[in-house]
């Protein structure tokens, strides 16, 4: 949700995003932009806000709702136990090993 201290003052299009939200946006996306890719990227989101806008408009009196667009089924088929790797043949496909482990770059600091 955007902070309301960064609310839209502009009274003809409240629906559009402002310059304040944008930069609110940058600031918690932690997005570096420049001013042309701010400009662009708040132009987009202006768009898509735009075509909400729209969809809000329609008419959907006597539309069902769907719990989904596209109906799902499950597929499940039985487990099969197939062709293997050995430990060993695993641990050769391993970019780097140590004592039986996989050796990975560190993730957490």
Excluded: C, W
């Amino acid at each position: 949700m955007i902070d309301s201290s960064h609310t839209n003052p502009d009274p003809i299009n409240p629906n559009q995003i402002s310059h304040a939200q944008m930069e609110h946006l940058k600031n918690l996306a932690r997005l570096e932009l420049s001013a042309a890719e701010t400009s662009a990227l708040e132009g987009d989101l202006n768009k898509m806000v735009g075509y909400f806008q729209q969809l809000s408009e329609l008419d959907t009196t006597g539309v069902a709702e769907l719990p989904r667009p596209i109906e799902l089924v499950n597929i499940f088929r039985t487990d099969e136990v197939g062709p293997m790797f050995s430990s060993q043949q695993a641990m050769d496909l391993a970019v780097e090993s140590e004592d039986g482990f996989y050796k990975v770059p560190r993730v957490i600091e």
